[in-house]
């Protein structure tokens, strides 16, 4: 059974930092461009970062560049996304997927597997 399960969302203050976790199971991790895409109430998926198998190339969304690091260890099939200088805006459910390539899930047009996301609230 595939899986792509989610941890570490949580509550915090405007400036905080949260790490999230997404974990793999159920097919060949190194295959796949593992991301992260949000989506706040009322508003569009929005692509947040992704990091390639096949060249561990990164890429960020402008908003996301400077305060987020993705990074994954391809032994425990896991992928991290470290938060940092957390704002309001930055609230929404984050959703972990994996794609052939980052394309797709940057642009949110589409992932081979998806989880169920992990919500991050931001206060000010």
């Known amino acids: 059974e595939v899986q792509l399960v989610e941890s570490g969302g949580g509550l915090v203050q405007a400036g905080g930092s949260l790490r999230l976790s997404c974990v793999a199971s159920?097919?060949?991790?190194?295959?796949?461009?593992i991301g992260w895409f949000r989506q706040a109430p009322g508003k569009e998926r929005e692509g947040v970062s992704c990091?390639?198998?096949?060249?561990?190339?990164?890429y960020y969304t402008h908003s996301a560049k400077g305060r987020f690091t993705i990074s994954s260890d391809n032994v425990k099939n896991m992928v991290y996304l470290q938060l940092n200088s957390l704002k309001p805006e930055d609230t929404a459910v984050y959703y972990c997927?994996?794609?052939?390539?980052?394309?797709?899930?940057?642009?949110?047009?589409?992932?081979?597997?998806r989880g169920q996301g992990t919500p991050v609230t931001v206060s000010s």
């Open positions: 159920g097919f060949t991790f190194d295959d796949y461009a």
């Open positions: 990091i390639s198998s096949s060249d561990g190339n990164t």
């Open positions: 997927a994996a794609d052939w390539a980052c394309l797709p899930i940057m642009s949110t047009i589409g992932w081979v597997y």
